[in-house]
């Protein structure tokens, strides 16, 4: 029984929920740089409603990329699913009704606080497109990530839903700074994307999966990544057009350029197999959590 427990926290990989929480935080700095008083039942109740939607679309994930996972021998720590379910430690019955478990959660939890709480009706809107897109991203009849889509919508999920949320929950209403705000968040996102699929191609091209990666292949991947950095550090700095401080603007494009100098030589370590894949998505998921951080300081 133990063993199956832990199995099961580790095909949820609960080290990703750590994007979800500074999401969330992050459209709760940007209100109360509008002046907005936090409301921190609000806050901890969108926590628990993001906690469980992430959840929902992990065990998705991982149910739908069983063989991929399966045949996948670049796995890192943020990459290359759990590899719980090929290993045997909880069987794909059980990693969808998991999913179907959290999915319902998500949903039940916050039609109740949107009640209780009184949010904003584009709230649970916004939470029940972000579920959607979150499972279709894996499953079918749209299987986006098998299509060439998944990356844009995983971009808009958690680079803006998430954040947008949060938001308008801690503000009570929409405000056009918040989409400004995100720009660079959802760039950031993207590149994310592309760096944690670059282990997997020998095991996602087979199994028909057609993601950005496996469409362009690695020299291309690198190079479009390295572009989608700078169009990052472009975004911020427009940002200032758009309402946000000089401070924020300065602070984010030197993250962005930051990130283009430690990602190339990264880049250029693995390509002589100095370095493992782990460096490349350790960095990914750091520059984001980074870019966030440094975005909700400087507002």
Known sequence: MLGKLVASIQLLRPVFLLGGLTMNLFGAALAYHMDSKIDWTSLICFQLVIVVL??????????????TDAANRNRTWFS???????????????????CAAFAATTILA??????????NIGVLILIIAGLGMSLQYSLGPLKLSYRGLGEI??????????????????HGTWDNLALVATAPLMVQVLTLMLLTEYPDIEADSPAGKKNLVVRMGRDKTRLIAMI?????????VLGVF?????LNVVAVALTFAVE???????????RSAR???????????????????VSALTF
């Open 275 to 293: 370095l493992g894949y782990n460096w490349l998505t350790s960095a990914s998921i750091g520059f984001l959590v980074l870019i966030i951080l």
């Open 54 to 67: 992430q959840l929902a679309g992990h065990a998705a994930n991982d149910y739908a990329d069983f063989e």
């Open 242 to 246: 758009g309402g946000i401080s000089e």
């Open 80 to 98: 290359g699913g759990s590899g719980i379910l090929p290993a045997g430690g909880v069987s794909r019955k059980g990693a969808i009704r998991l």
């Open 260 to 270: 283009a100098a430690v990602i190339t030589v990264i880049l250029r370590m693995l």
């Open 153 to 170: 919508f995983m971009m808009l999920i958690y680079g803006s839903v998430c954040a947008d949320a949060a938001f308008i929950i801690q």
């Open 228 to 236: 989608v950095i700078i169009v990052g550090a472009v975004v911020s």
């Open 110 to 119: 916050s039609s109740v606080f949107t009640i209780m709480l009184g949010w």
